[in-house]
C-alpha cells in the first residue's frame, strides 16, 4: 500500500523553533521543530522575521498509509498549510521523532483537487485500525496592539469551537485563533 513517503520529499533541514529570525536557503525548506514536533515549514528563499506569524502545517508520520491519510479529517485543511511535514521514528533517540520529509503545500493541493478516492488507490484490503495520527500544527493569529500571538498548537481536525489559547506572550486571555 502506497504510505505518505511515496509522495517523495523536497529537499529539506530542520531546526530548533527558536530563535528568529530563519530565513530558508534558495534552494531548500527550513522546517522549525519545537520539543512536541514540528511547528511550521519555511518556504525555500523566504524569511520568518521575528513577529510573522508562523505558517501552518500538517504532521504526519511518514508510514501512513496514503488512503488513510487523503480522507483524514486534518487533510480537509491543505489548501491552507504550507506544507505537509512527513515525521519518523530516530533511530538515533530512541522514542523520539525525525523529520522524514516535507511534501509542499502545492504539491498536497494538486493531490488533493484531483478527488482522491480509496478506489483509485486500490486500497481493498482490510482497514487498520483507529483513525490516522495527522495533525494540523498552527500558530495563533491573535494580534493585540500590534503584538502577533503566534503561540503553536496542534489539532486533529479545525475545531467548531475554538479552544483558549495556550497564550506564550502573556497577552490578554483569549481563545485560538485559527
Ligand atoms: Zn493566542
Redesign the pocket.
Given at each position: 500500500m502506497p504510505t505518505l513517503r511515496d509522495l517523495g520529499s523536497e529537499p529539506f533541514e530542520s531546526m530548533p523553533a527558536d530563535p528568529r529570525p530563519v530565513t530558508a536557503p534558495d534552494d531548500r525548506w527550513v522546517v522549525l521543530a519545537g520539543e512536541a514536533g514540528p511547528v511550521c515549514a519555511i518556504q525555500p528563499a523566504t524569511t520568518l522575521a521575528d513577529g510573522d506569524r508562523p505558517p501552518g502545517i500538517l504532521v504526519a508520520s511518514a508510514d501512513t498509509d496514503l488512503a488513510d491519510a487523503l480522507q483524514s479529517d486534518a487533510f480537509e485543511q491543505f489548501a491552507d498549510v504550507a506544507a505537509l511535514v512527513l515525521t519518523e521514528p530516530d533511530q538515533d533517540r530512541a522514542g523520539q521523532l525525525r523529520i522524514a520529509g516535507v511534501v509542499s503545500g502545492r504539491t498536497l493541493t494538486r493531490m488533493m483537487l484531483r478527488g482522491p478516492t480509496r478506489s483509485t488507490f486500490g486500497i481493498t484490503g482490510p482497514m487498520l485500525p483507529g483513525p490516522p495520527q495527522i495533525l494540523i500544527a498552527r500558530s495563533?493569529g491573535?494580534v493585540e496592539a500590534g503584538t502577533t500571538?503566534g503561540?503553536p498548537k496542534s489539532f486533529r481536525l479545525r475545531p467548531a469551537v475554538m479552544p483558549g489559547?495556550p497564550?506564550q506572550r502573556a497577552?490578554t486571555a483569549?481563545l485560538?485563533?485559527w
Open positions: 495563533c491573535y500571538c503561540t489559547c497564550n497577552l483569549h485560538f485563533s
